[in-house]
């Protein structure tokens, strides 16, 4: 559909934000822990912080939760019985505070949990998710969205998207009809707004290399001492794929209480080393060079040559959050 | 099916459990509910994921032959967490299945050749599957031959079927164990599959590779087969990489741009050697 | 700090060492660690305040054991890992160069494991009284309180185990989190399995820790974790005397006396 | 409402506690029956995972005991599991895990009465506290809530 415009007035949002807790939504928002932002439950408005860049958490946690049941069953020495967590009742979710990044992460994340097999916990899911986003007015040295086809005020994702315009007051772009419903359930919040004076609102955020032909480099790249040289000092940990709006790589366990128990899945990184393991000892990814190898390729040389988009959103948690200062940006840019 | 859950398997019994090597049992498994049991077909080639509730599921190929119907088989070492609670179930007991998953040999492009069936230690089942489905339509088919081989005697599987395959005119059966696992009445071979491989020299005219085993084995194995004259897309061989989803999303059995669970895991060798070494 | 750089560049032109080990400049103002195999990258050393990452945590990583023998710059946090390490056999003294830094930023040679010992005797590990404060004030909570303050705390755990990667003294090849039969801890993060990851976490740490804090600063949550290892070296202290690495020590945890102390065993 | 039943486990000494306990039950002496008795070889080979396990699966109370100290059929079991109990309930406290919920004690192998009072103290002191719901809250997580 048409984006169309609109002005909300700054008390107007928090009025937005009561009047969906009202109607029953669950709120995801960035909420200030320490020096950090972090997508939480948040039920009170004042809890929300608008003091960050990207959060620390992804988003990505309201449709691909890091634990979430697929079934639970119940055993008997006759008798054993499924019950499909797939027709239990998933909350109705607002994301408030995403940035532009984080809402185009979902349309990858999509992709990924559907294709020949489509999965519905994640549909379920994902169908009751609204976004309304915030457009980015700073930005640091781990920002890079314009390199991979985003920005600061992209619209892609997103049902909503605000930009704090120079009075104080915020530019409503309407995006999708979902949106639009939103709108006209609140039109007292919402003035109509013609004319868009976004740009100038925005951070600006430089583009650091081209994605087409990193693309084409990394088709033969598979062999290079490069690998092994930018992650000599990675800790092995998971944390850039935990942060990760795209990352969606799983497990899958048993928890088991006596007869009864619960198949679940839970997030899984390419950076462990027991990812690949084999039972017999085998590891067809033996080091944790191999490891940042099929992290770098698969987001930006594999996805991208099956979905045209990358697999990555250029948001920089990954970089931010690495114990080890492993920087995406660097890898990608020395390539 | 696209309403479904893709991640509840099918409850199965299991009907008969046959201890086929130390440690390695197969397992035959029927269907609780019937619908289940007519509506389901598979392909020689795929796998399925198989659980015991409250432990987990584990990745092994389908060891029966799809022209049996009624049932499936797997076959499976004790090796880990689930395969050890596997081991433990007795006949009777329920486990979970979801599949068929992945590729297939392409057995229908397969008529009128020959087929050679290179096999090593626990890797005899997924090719058991294509060697029974060969079998039981033998008429599309020209030679059969199998060399299989384990680690010792004791180590063969499928004891019962390698006899009844030596026995048959239409099979070819080289079988052999690596040098000192042999014992004083052993008839076969002695040595390593590719050696005896290079010793028995199948012709290449026609034919259709089919290997699969150790790493090990398929690294030494496929040099032998071009030796005789195999081309790179009349080699096939299953990978066994490590999987959780069985349908390429759960990411880790990803090998440059496939996934081995959805796009394999029958590659031929002409598409093997296209991939990243990561399998 | 041109005379690290010139001591590191020295050490790899003779050939003493293969790899130096030291900290670079990384992202916007934060640290990065260089790992030198030339003499010329040895001029992209740099020591200031702001390097805190832990570098005693590559000495047991199999890809950089690879590189061949290294040189290590230590200040004192570092050195008490190393210590630590010695003292848990994982290190000898002729497979590495210790480039030590004094807490005035002097640089000081080690001869021997023994040396840094007797540096560190002046440099004992204290808890900062903003930690013990936090500490007290933890403990005197009513005891379901404290329960749910930590519970809520380990929440936002996902399990990416970075604390783990981040410290030197997890150098386990198999972590008893990654053991399967038995499956002691959930792979999955809930607050069971959250709970279960942590106490076990400090609970191998107990005698062991030096106060580093690479656990907490790794962690990409801000979970303060480093609470917990804090108080297990109070407890130390408390219980048997002292804490802190010792060569002709075993750890608290590896040894006993028939005397020891306490109070609640009937 | 039926009353409440605390679960108790105990990890006991193959050595020590587990024959006291043994002679508490041929010396007839009456005891709550509330525990259900796990044996190790030793105090020392107790790895603390197994008394989180516990709670894990329900458990109100736990009882570990062993041999008096200068007893253990090992020499020095005893003494290393002391340590580690030491330094196990610091670190259960400042969690806010309820270390009255756990009772250590040494019983040896003619302590049949001090078995039988161990016992039945421990089964007093949880009675009082309740059933361990903060910690089967967390426990339960999964099996309650569908989300997350």
Known sequence: ?335 | MSNQNIYIPYLMRIEKITLEAPGVKTFRLKFENEEDAETFSFKAGQFGEYSIMGVGESTFCIASSPTRKGYIECTFRQAGKVTSALALAEEGDVVGFRGPYGNTFPLDAWKGKSLLFIAGGIALPPMRCVIWNALDTRENFKDITIVYGAKSVDDLVYKDELAEWRSRPDVKLVTTVDPGGETPDWKGEIGFVPMVLEKTAPSSENTIAIVCGPPIMIKFTFPVLEKLGFTEENIYTTLENRMKCGFGKCGRCNVGEVYVCKDGPVFSYEQLKLLPAEY | ?266 | ?148
């Open chain 4, 1 to 148: 409402m039926t009353e409440f039943e605390p679960k108790i486990i105990a990890f006991v000494c193959n050595w020590c506690t587990y024959a006291g306990a043994d002679l508490t039950g041929t010396s007839r002496i009456k005891y709550a029956q509330n525990v259900k008795i796990i044996r190790f070889p030793c105090t020392g080979r107790i790895d603390f995972m197994l008394l989180l396990k516990s709670f894990g699966e329900g458990a109100d109370g736990i009882i570990v005991s062993g041999c008096h100290p200068n007893d253990c059929h090992y020499t020095s079991g005893n003494f290393h599991a002391r340590r580690r109990w030491i330094m196990f309930r610091g670190l259960l406290d400042m969690l806010g895990i309820d270390v009255r919920r756990i009772q250590y004690s040494w019983v040896s192998a003619a302590e049949g009465f001090k078995w039988a009072d161990i016992v039945n103290s421990t089964v007093n002191t949880i009675r009082e506290l309740g059933p361990y719901t903060e910690y089967e809250k967390v426990a339960g997580y999964l099996e309650k809530e569908a989300n997350q």
């Open chain 1, 1 to 335: 559909m048409q984006t169309e415009n609109y002005l909300i007035r700054k008390p107007s949002l928090e009025k937005l934000f009561n009047d969906l807790i009202g109607g029953g939504k669950t709120i995801y928002a960035p909420k200030a822990k320490g020096d950090l932002a972090l997508f939480s439950d948040v039920k009170t408005y004042s809890d929300i912080t608008e003091d960050y860049i990207v959060t620390a958490n992804s988003a990505k946690l309201v449709v691909f939760p890091r634990t979430e049941k697929l079934f639970s069953y119940h055993k008997s020495k006759e008798k054993t019985e499924i019950t499909d967590a797939a027709g239990s009742t998933f909350p109705d979710v607002v994301l408030w505070g995403t940035r532009p990044c984080d809402a185009a992460a979902f349309i990858p994340l999509t992709d990924t949990f559907n294709g020949d097999y489509k999965d519905i916990i994640f549909n379920n899911r994902r169908e009751r998710v609204f976004l309304i986003s915030f457009s980015c007015s700073r930005s640091d040295e781990y920002c890079f969205c314009t390199s991979v086809n985003s920005g600061p005020g992209n619209t892609s994702g997103s049902d909503i998207l605000f930009t704090k315009l120079s009075g104080g007051d915020y530019l409503a772009e309407v995006i999708t009809p979902k949106g639009q419903l939103l709108v006209s359930e609140n039109s007292d919040l919402f003035e109509t707004k013609s004319e868009e004076d976004k740009e100038q609102q925005l951070a600006v955020v430089a583009t650091r290399f081209n994605q087409v032909e990193i693309q084409a480099k990394l088709q033969n790249l598979f062999e290079n001492p490069v690998w092994d040289d930018k992650s000599r000092a990675c800790l092995g940990c998971g944390s850039c794929a935990y942060v990760c709006p795209v990352c969606s790589c799983f497990d899958i366990q048993d928890e088991a209480h006596g007869n009864k128990g619960t198949r679940l899945r839970c997030w899984d990184s390419c950076g462990f080393g027991l990812f690949t393991l084999h039972t017999s000892g085998h590891n067809p990814r033996e080091t944790q060079g191999a490891r940042w190898r099929q992290r770098i390729l698969h987001k930006f040389l594999y996805v991208p040559n099956k979905s045209k988009i990358a697999g990555c959103v250029g948001c920089g948690r990954c970089s931010r959050s690495c114990p080890a200062d492993i920087n995406i940006l660097d890898t990608l840019t020395s390539l």
């Open chain 3, 1 to 266: 700090m041109s005379e690290l750089i010139k001591k590191a560049a020295a050490l790899l032109e003779s050939k003493s060492v293969q790899v130096v080990i030291g900290y670079g400049k990384g992202t916007g103002n934060r640290t990065r660690t260089i790992f030198a195999t030339q003499v010329t990258e040895c001029e992209n050393l740099i020591f200031d305040s702001r390097c805190v990452q832990n570098l005693a945590v590559y000495l047991t990583k199999l890809e950089i054991k690879k590189l061949g023998k290294p040189a290590i710059v230590a200040p004192v946090p570092v050195l008490r890992s190393i210590l630590q390490l010695a003292v848990e056999n994982q290190i000898t003294e002729s497979d590495l160069v210790i480039l030590g830094i004094t807490s005035e930023s002097e640089l000081i040679d080690f001869e021997s494991f023994a040396a840094i010992e007797t540096f560190l005797t002046t440099h004992k590990i204290e808890i900062e009284e903003k930690y013990t404060k936090t500490i007290d004030a933890i403990k005197a909570m009513p005891v379901a309180e404290r329960f749910a303050y930590w519970v809520k705390e380990l929440e936002s755990c996902f399990k990416c185990y970075a604390c783990r990667g981040a410290c030197p003294l997890c150098y386990c090849t198999r972590c008893t989190v990654d053991d399967n039969q038995p499956q002691w801890i959930s792979v999955a993060s809930h607050p069971l399995g959250n709970l279960e990851w942590h106490i076990m976490r400090a609970m191998h740490l107990a005698g062991r820790c030096t106060d580093c804090e690479a656990c907490y600063n790794a962690c990409p949550m801000g979970i303060p974790i480093h609470l917990l290892t804090k108080s297990m070296l109070q407890d130390v202290a408390d219980n048997f005397g002292s804490y802190g690495p010792s060569l002709d020590k075993q750890n608290t945890l590896s040894s006993f006396k028939p005397d020891d102390k306490e109070s609640f065993i009937r």
